[in-house]
């Protein structure tokens, strides 16, 4: 539930319209999806290996400091703090409190507030214990997953006529590199939209039988969600075609109003609640655990890796995440760093790939699941973050270069003040 929480949200009800726009055709705009359900199960690999194989607080935390170095830790929890996180949160929770205000007609100016106070109430929710929130997230999850599977049924077996067609496979005029560089720009919505897999092994230390647990759960969400997210374009392009797909912003709520009318479009409108309100409690249950693993190695403030004797969790680092992620929403300055956290999310999961193949080259370690296809699979997840990494100072500079600086920044916290910590 907390790999499916991670990876269902908002994205699959916006994102497929941005895949149409790039690729144009029904093949292609599947072609797309299933290629990245594919990178998405390599990354899923990767990750399933490196949490057995390391099952601590943290999850990449743990994985960058015994593979590659300290710093490289640290800049994974400062990029997680300061852009991945709590942008990510803050931006979910204004999305979340809009949607909300609409439903229940309040005011617009009660959306910051709303969206501020429904952080702070997590947090509050998440100091209580690991086992509290993660029964939310698996509640949360259960609902936007069984009704995000009902859209799909309801629109396969109600539209009468179906906008999909096998001919043309490819837009006329597009072919080579030109087809090429398409398929890349549907790519990154997509993988965006698949992204969290990596949520669970952060809170590892706290699962029963990690070694057999993690591997499990790992392989186990992204295939449900592959599964999920190819029925649900499969949906769109049956009722609204390519060119109608492409032409809306909220291609699930033009599902829903063309089956249901308006009834259907709330309905819909509660179903994208549900979804935001269930990222935002997966965020404030797995960061928190890397910045008590980063204190605990004291390259962190120290007071961050102190546990509640009472529920057993690090609740200064739920405080700290919840709070900062708040304020971030009533000030409205979560948007610029939201853009940073695509550039910044797909360096360190390329650098998991790095991890893993230099604790394979060290072996030794008992391996309780082994990623299949070494060293093609970690390897070709690689390149291909290296590519999302590297097309970000192509079509975004400035928010590559931005988030760069603040990893320069981050780079230089930790040598000023925390690289000669005692042992």
Known sequence: MIVLGGIIGAGIFINPSVVAQAVHTPVLILAVWATGGLIALAGAFVFAELSALLPRAGGPYAFFQAAIHPLAAFLYGWALLLMIMSGGAAAVAVAFAEYLARLAGLPPQGVAPLAAGTLLLLTGFHALGVKPGAVLIGLVTLLKTVALAALV???????RRSGWSWTPVRPEGMSGPALVSA??????????????WQNLSCVAEEVRDPER???RAILLGVGCAVAIYLGANLAYLHVLSA????ATRTPAAEVAARLAGEPGARLLSLLIVVSTFGFMNLALLSAPRVYFAMAADGIFFRGLARVSPRFRVPTRAIVLQGTL???LALTHTYERLLAYAVFADWVFLSLAAVALIVLRRRGGAPRPFSTPLYPLVPLGFLLFGVGIVGNFFLTAPRHALLGSAI?????????LRWHRRPA
């Open 183 to 196: 398929l890349f720009a549907g790519l990154v919505p997509a993988m965006f939209t698949y992204g969290g």
């Open 325 to 327: 992620a708040a304020g």
């Open 213 to 215: 647990t993690l591997p």
């Open 153 to 159: 049924v309801g629109a396969l077996l109600l539209a």
């Open 407 to 415: 990893l320069v920044l981050g780079a230089a916290v930790f040598f």
């Open 243 to 246: 060119p109608g797909l492409a």
